[in-house]
């Protein structure tokens, strides 16, 4: 029987010892060539472009030949203001893509030796960035498309005859949500959080090819699909797959998703859970990735990404 490879040695490729044992210099150096890749690892001003600058070693800052103005490495980056070593920030990725079904904002606090509220917000500024990633992306060729609830949860009363009929929408908390999912077979996937089902159908309109073959279970709101897509329709209450119809791979990733709010973060529902949803289906499209190759993956898209206009600085108010 073939090795998974989660368990072969591909699979692991940096290691937290190796991280912490590169020091300071290595990590700043790592940081400068994911910035500036076009100019290997040498500054270029975020101002005016200008490729020429003077290196302030002593507050690991840049200056501007052309235009005088100073910067850092993560100036206008999701990492802008950090306080955080840039050891610590490498260690953090490599923590939060280790975690097969994410890691919690507890254990990196722990790990790292830092608040919660700065383990959490610095999670979730990773989590944007990696969302940017898929931002304009369309999916085409076999797609399956389904969607789950989460969230809502009513605690039944102690007394039996005190119980309600918590299917019932007057008895519901109404902050159940759905998640729904558009799953590229041996692709990639596009996660949408509305407040039913229904609402994904026009995402699915907007991010999925019109050559695409579609794949969508038997409720009624996927039927406006078929005017402008294949659609191939499967009756779970029938069957799970028939004749090439089902929904299978997207069922996978639900099926990781819960097992991220079971057993990691117990709670992702609320405003957040678009957040988490975004995660796992990164998770799951490069789960035959080496976690070294991850870990480059999230910083690039770190060194990329803007800075976060949701979690700017160290902690928020109120969600947005």
Excluded at 87 to 101: E, M, Y
Aim: hydrophobic share 40%; with cysteine; charged share 25%.
């Amino acid at each position: 029987m073939a090795q998974h490879f989660l368990l072969s040695a591909k699979a692991r490729t940096l290691s937290l010892k190796a991280v912490f044992k590169m020091g300071e210099d290595k990590a700043y150096e790592t940081f400068c060539e994911m910035r500036w890749p076009e100019n290997d690892g040498e500054a270029v001003c975020p101002k005016c472009g200008c490729t020429e600058t003077y290196n302030i070693t002593s507050r690991r800052r840049f200056k501007c030949v052309a235009c005088y103005h100073q910067f850092s490495v993560t100036s206008g980056t999701i990492f802008a203001s950090r306080k955080l070593s840039y050891t610590d920030l490498l260690a953090a990725i490599v923590i939060f893509v280790n975690g097969a079904k994410g890691v919690s904002a507890l254990q990196v606090s722990r790990d790292l030796d830092v608040q919660y509220k700065t383990a959490f917000v610095l999670a979730h500024k990773l989590r944007e960035a990696m969302a940017l990633e898929d931002a304009e992306q369309k999916l085409g060729g076999t797609v399956e498309v389904d969607g789950a609830y989460f969230g809502g949860y009513v605690k039944p009363a102690n007394e039996r005859a005190d119980r309600k009929d918590r299917r019932l929408l007057a008895n519901q908390s109404g902050k159940r949500q759905s998640v729904v999912v558009i799953r590229e077979r041996d692709g990639d996937m596009l996660t949408f959080v509305g407040k039913h089902e229904s609402d994904g159908v026009e995402a699915v309109a907007a991010r999925v090819d019109t050559d695409a073959v579609i794949h969508a279970d038997e409720a009624s709101h996927w039927d406006v699909l078929h005017a402008r897509n294949e659609v191939r329709r499967i009756n779970h209450s029938e069957a799970y797959s028939l004749n090439g119809a089902c929904t299978n791979m997207a069922e996978s990733f639900f099926s990781r998703l819960r097992r991220a709010e079971i057993g990691t973060h117990h709670h992702i529902a609320g405003p957040y859970l678009n957040a988490y949803a975004g995660e796992m289906a990164w998770r799951e499209d490069n789960r035959r990735v080496s976690n070294g190759a991850q870990a480059g993956m999230v910083l690039e898209a770190a060194m990329d990404a803007p800075v976060s206009r949701q979690w700017k600085g160290y902690w928020q108010r109120a969600a947005a």
